[in-house]
């Protein structure tokens, strides 16, 4: 054991946040802490790595291990490079390797007794050198970065111009080369696209030591843990096995739980029954058993109650207007900005009723084809068609318009006056507002929380076409699943941005993969992506090399005049090009033979022969000048 949490409480004012958690890590063992946003899991790593103080309890570390941490939020400030920052992690080991050069050195003017001394030292060394994997610091920082998305030209970037998401994968980088005994780590995927994501879940299951992981993002727990400590109303359970095991048997347990109550509850009203009847006969012995029997109700265990939760709720998605069977047809459809290229050549058709996902990489275009499909910004070139009756509803959290003024609560009545107050509090239950929460303003709520609130209209807008961008963000696990079944059973059309892999594995029934500026289309989910990327990717760029000879061989016949005066163009400037190369060498030779005339005695005592080569000299470098500019035309052409 590594780590071990016993009966840790923490109350704020009089909301208990944890209540008696207890569980333990062991060595190597990879561990997730789950739970509804606001059950305490951020709070409950602080006070593990020391940030904040149980009112009770203990956090024990085995003796000589050390832990590190990474909050969900960074505010790195410094001066230096990327780089140059992870560089800082490696600082002693650069230190040892510069020791290790110094002591060769040192050994080879040494003999004797100095020289066994600097032996020893420098075997021991040594020793620890090669334990540390010293050799491989500059690999491990150039594939760390690399991994967490970093190209190499931004490796020279200065932290200070970084933004907050770069900034917190610049500190995982740092983090994961410190190599703690535990890791903790707060919500690590949320800034990583899809690719950096996947590195860090083999990074994470090979790594040495134990990992405990705050996250929503389902796909990766899956992937990376083995233990599941979950927090729910203060309260811990913990679970052997992934996220998928721990739905499976929270679902057995709950079940059982609620059964056990019932059970109970039927008991307690049963001996309540007999009791009142054994005291209706009005018998002093007949009061005496019913007296007994309330002293035994009395003394029973009760069994909690079950807390209510809301993925059992159900968000029914109903279109108002069947649309016809196509719904979007796109065609060659390109967009840059400025030298770069986003996409270029994109086909898309969308047929009614499909959930069609968008994934690549970040800064691939994906959020800006959604925009141009909504026409909140130009494309370049190319052709979109919305079909028959197609109604969208675009969920973008920048451009969803909110009354800053309403309430939650009137912003949904107000927009869907048929909804009674149940129904109204019921959705926003489902977007994590509760309570008085459904009484706060627009204005106050943060962004993240006006971003749930858009969804919640959305879908309840009655669109035949729903089209978002990134869902899922913000939402805890309870409230993606609740999305998910929604989506499901939805009779619309949906086409969506999402990097949440376990979300699109649940609703999508098409990818289309934005890599290398096209869309590569897979009739599947993300495990069929997964599957197939590699020989779709092939088949892509076969295809593509094969459209390139085509277009080559037809520029060919339809090109062949323009060719060959291209062709004669380029040898007359290939013949002015030798011209004036040749000028250039005869100047400079005779520029060079005045220099050397101008040394001789000969030459320097006589005034008159001076004046004149400097002038000559003067015009040998003017029109070098123009010689060299003439030059650099020629070439460019």
């Known amino acids: ?132 994997n010293g050799y491989a610091w500059k690999s491990e920082i150039t594939g760390v970065l690399k991994g967490l998305g970093f190209q190499e030209e931004e490796f020279s970037k200065e932290i200070s111009a970084l933004s907050g998401g770069q900034k917190t994968r610049v500190s995982l980088g740092k983090l994961l080369l410190t190599k703690p005994d535990v890791i903790m780590l707060d919500e690590p995927t949320n800034h990583l696209d899809m690719e950096s994501i996947a590195w860090l879940e083999t990074y994470l299951l090979n790594y040495p030591g134990a990992v405990i992981i705050v996250a929503h993002d389902r796909y990766f727990l899956n992937k990376v843990v083995g233990k599941i400590v979950e927090l729910d109303n ?21 079940d059982a739980q609620i059964k056990a109550w019932m059970n109970q509850q039927q008991e307690i009203r049963r001996q309540e029954e007999v009791i009142a009847k054994l005291k209706s006969f009005n018998r002093e012995k007949s009061i005496r058993r019913a007296e ?9 265990e009760l069994v909690e109650k079950p807390v209510e939760i809301n993925d059992e709720m159900k968000i029914t998605l109903e279109p108002d207007i069947l649309s016809g069977n196509d719904v979007l047809t796109v065609r ?35 959020t800006t084809i959604l925009k141009i499909i909504n026409n909140m910004i130009p494309c370049d070139s190319g052709e979109i068609k919305l079909g028959s009756k197609v109604h969208i509803g675009y969920y973008d959290q920048e451009h969803q318009v909110l009354h800053m003024e309403k309430t939650l609560f009137d912003e949904l009545q107000d927009t869907y006056p048929s909804m009674d107050n149940t129904k109204v509090r019921n959705i926003l239950a489902a977007f994590l507002f509760t309570g008085d929460d459904v009484f706060k303003r627009i204005s106050d709520l943060s962004g993240g929380e006006r971003g749930r609130v858009s969804l919640a209209k959305l879908m309840l807008s009655e669109a035949n076409f729903l089209i978002l961008d990134e869902p899922t963000n913000h939402l805890d696990i309870t409230s993606k699943e609740i999305l998910e079944d929604a989506l499901i059973n939805y009779t619309g059309t949906v086409l969506y941005v999402s990097h949440d892999r376990y979300f699109i594995n649940k609703t999508a029934t098409r990818i289309l993969d934005l890599t ?46 323009a060719q060959k005066e291209e062709q004669a163009r380029l040898r ?54 123009e010689l060299y500019e003439k030059w650099e035309q020629l070439a460019e052409e």
Not at 531 to 543: A, I, T
Not at 580 to 595: H, P
């Open 1 to 132: 054991m590594i780590l071990s949490c016993n009966k840790i409480n923490k109350a704020f004012g009089s909301n208990v946040i944890l209540s008696n958690v207890s569980f333990h890590i062991e060595d190597q063992e990879k561990a997730a802490v789950v739970g509804i946003n606001g059950a305490g899991k951020s709070t409950l790593l602080k006070i593990i790595i020391g940030e904040l103080a149980a009112d009770s309890g203990d956090v024990i570390l085995a003796k000589g291990k050390t832990i590190g941490y990474l909050a969900q939020h960074q505010d790195l400030s410094s001066s230096r490079t990327i780089y140059d920052e992870l560089l800082e992690v490696k600082r002693p080991v650069i230190e040892m390797e510069e020791k290790i050069r110094s002591l060769e050195l040192e050994m080879k003017h040494a003999s004797g007794q100095e020289l066994e001394e600097l032996l020893s030292l420098y075997s021991r060394l040594n020793h620890q050198f090669e334990l540390i």
């Open 292 to 300: 007994s029997r309330e002293k035994m109700l009395e003394k029973i």
């Open 234 to 254: 203060g309260k811990c359970t913990v679970f052997q096995g992934n996220y998928n095991d721990y739905r499976e048997k929270r679902a057995m347990l709950r």
């Open 332 to 366: 060659d459809l390109s967009k840059s900005y400025g030298s770069q290229t986003l996409f270029s050549h994109v086909d898309m058709d969308i047929k009614r009723g499909e959930r069609v996902a968008i994934i690549g990489n970040n800064g691939t275009g994906k």
């Open 572 to 625: 007359k400037v290939q013949s002015q090009l030798k011209k004036v190369e040749e000028e250039i060498s005869l100047l400079e030779d005779r520029d060079s033979q005045i220099d050397q005339l101008l040394i001789t005695e000969q030459v320097y005592t006589d005034h008159l022969q001076v004046h004149q080569l400097n002038e000559e000299k003067q015009e040998i470098a003017s029109r070098l000048e």
């Open 516 to 561: 290398g500026q096209r869309l590569i289309n897979y009739i599947g989910d993300y495990d069929y992506y997964l599957e197939k990327k590699e020989v779709m990717e092939g088949l892509h760029l076969s295809s593509l090399q094969e459209q390139e000879k085509k277009e080559e061989a037809s520029e060919v016949k339809l090109d062949w005049k």
